[in-house]
């Protein structure tokens, strides 16, 4: 809550879309009204973007976090055809960092079946930047970075 106390007094909440990740309680956005992109999709300057909360279920916690089972059927659910995915974790391709880290399937599942241009993310405590064989651009951010559409 105390960084998103910052961020609010510099930018208005109503510009504001947000995801929660490992150490976001559940009712964190709606104590501050701010918009929860989770499971859904909006379109901005003609850019269909749609959200993926949480992470890997690495250990039993009060945060959003799923079986890779989980995220593949929350995933299935989720609007089709985004040009752009936000998601707090990465996708699951290989065991590349520890459990905690490793990315979940359902991500991966909604980048290829929906052929998503960008790729954006957090979690992994490392900024970087990638493309995928079936064109997807991924963008790891850590911290924070300004993107504009």
């Not at 490992?22 to 956005?29: A, G, I």
């Not at 300057?45 to 989980?70: C, D, N, Q």
């Not at 391709?93 to 052929?115: C, F, P, Q, R, W």
Request: proline share 2%; glycine share 8%.
């Amino acid at each position: 809550g105390c960084e998103l106390e910052k961020i609010l007094k510099i930018v208005p909440k109503e510009r504001i879309i947000a995801l929660r990740g490992n150490h976001d309680s559940f009712e964190v956005y709606n104590e501050y009204g701010i918009y929860n992109v989770n499971g859904k999709a909006f379109t901005y300057k003609g850019v269909k973007l749609a959200g993926i909360e949480g992470s890997f279920r690495y250990k039993k916690a009060e945060f959003p976090s799923y079986t890779h089972y989980e995220s593949l059927y929350l995933a299935s659910k989720m609007p089709q055809k985004a040009d752009v995915l936000l998601s707090h974790d990465c996708m699951f391709t290989e065991s590349k960092y520890d459990m905690a880290h490793s990315g979940l399937a359902g991500i991966t599942y909604y980048v290829y079946e929906n052929a998503v241009q960008w790729h954006i993310h957090g979690h992994i405590h490392k900024s970087y930047q990638n493309s995928y064989i079936n064109g997807t651009r991924e963008k790891s951010i850590y911290g924070c970075e300004y993107l504009e559409i």
